[in-house]
């Protein structure tokens, strides 16, 4: 039998102590864009974008002490996003991962990360 549910995309919450933080991580050093603001807001928040993926960054100290997500974003050039983000921002790379290494399931991977995401970059 065949499912009618049909997905476009996977929208990830991310809460951050402070969203600027987030800002650093995802726009200056991975290049996302906001394609929302409401970074000025009551309750600050905005939509991240970068290719068909989209993200959403929440200032909120009670969530952001619960949650502490890792991530993996796959790549078909893994050596050049390295050699960008090591240069631009070695501040994020991982102390566990720090250069792409041949992992033993198959594929490449080096890891970033700031006080509240782990995010993997990965190319099989």
Known sequence: MKSTMNFAKLVPNVYYLDI??????????????????ELK?????CVLEKNN??????????????HNPEFRLVTNNID??????SSSHPDFLHPNLSKVTLRPWGAKEF?????????IIQQW
């Open 53 to 66: 993926l989209q993200m959403y960054l929440f200032e909120n100290k009670e969530l952001a002490k619960e």
């Open 41 to 45: 807001s009551k309750n600050p928040f």
């Open 80 to 85: 050049e996003v390295y050699k960008k983000i």
């Open 20 to 37: 600027k933080d987030g800002l650093k991580l995802f726009v200056d050093c991975l290049e996302f864009t906001i394609g929302h603001d």
């Open 111 to 119: 890891a970033l990360r700031d006080n509240q995401v782990c995010i």
